[in-house]
């Protein structure tokens, strides 16, 4: 009885390239890099700037500063009351910026963003990582990946709050009803921040997840949809978020620091 041996594979091609990739694969990382930095560096000056947050005219106040609950904040725009001690390296709101900043470091979307802009890991599909290995989620600190569905929930109540600010701005400060484009930037940048809050991975489980028959739960089958929905622009409302939010806070600042005047549709 004789025995036959499979012949010997082929060696790997040696090549030299670190990609055969021939595309701009490059681009996308470089203009994501680009684009969080800019953000960052615009919203750390504000944050730390303490000044021209508020328009005592309108109720305008930016969602920079929102809640404002720091002992140097305007009585006027501290709607949830003053307790946080006024000091140059503490923000008005840092009561809600450190979990927000969570929120967003720990989602899908951005995780995948900063992962390869920032630490190309890896950069691209079919381009080596930049690291020599790499041990996942599951080590200091990006074990803190997984408190995502936590930084939801206080994420939600921020945007509540977004809310009641752009409703409060409805009303002037002779209590009469309002409406100026300050209101609608304000209520744009808020449903832009409810669209991103509501179609986050964590909130899509938590109104569907561990269900074995949605016919059984139609309620939930219904809000696991629409999160569903929400959930397939995540990263297009991820960045429509960073551009109100930015936008929302220049036009505030520029009305409180005297650039030009609110232009008013109703009083």
Same mark, same amino acid.
């Given at each position: ?110 995780? %995948?963003?900063?992962? %390869? ?151």
């Amino acid at each position: 009885m004789t025995s036959t041996s499979a012949p010997p594979g082929r060696p790997r091609a040696a090549i030299a390239e670190r990609t055969l990739r021939t595309d701009r694969w490059w681009l996308a990382p470089l203009l994501t890099f680009a684009g969080l930095s800019a953000w960052v560096v615009y919203a750390t000056v504000r944050v730390f700037m303490q000044t021209d947050y508020w328009v005592p005219a309108y109720n305008y106040l930016t969602p920079f500063y929102s809640p404002c609950v720091s002992l140097g904040c305007v009585p006027e725009a501290a709607h949830f009351g003053r307790f946080l001690p006024d000091h140059p390296l503490i923000p008005y709101a840092a009561l809600s910026l450190p979990f927000l900043l969570l929120f967003r470091l720990t989602c899908y979307y951005y995780r %995948r963003a900063y992962y %390869r802009s920032f630490w190309l890991s890896p950069p691209a599909c079919a381009v080596p990582d930049g690291h020599g290995k790499y041990s996942g989620e599951t080590r200091f600190p990006l074990i803190f990946q997984n408190a995502h569905r936590w930084t939801f929930y206080l994420a939600f109540v921020i945007s509540a709050i977004n809310t009641w600010d752009a409703v409060l701005a409805m009303w002037n400060d002779q209590g009469s009803f309002a409406l100026g484009l300050g209101n609608v930037i304000l209520w744009a940048n808020v449903v832009l921040l409810w669209c991103y809050t509501l179609g986050c991975h964590s909130c899509r489980h938590i109104m569907g997840g561990r269900m074995r028959h949605f016919s059984k739960h139609p309620i939930r089958y219904r809000l696991w949809t629409f999160s569903s929905k929400l959930n397939t622009r995540h990263m297009l409302f991820a960045w429509l978020t960073l551009a109100s939010l930015a936008l929302t806070d220049f036009y505030v600042m520029s009305l409180a620091a005297g650039w030009f005047h609110d232009i008013r549709f109703i009083n």
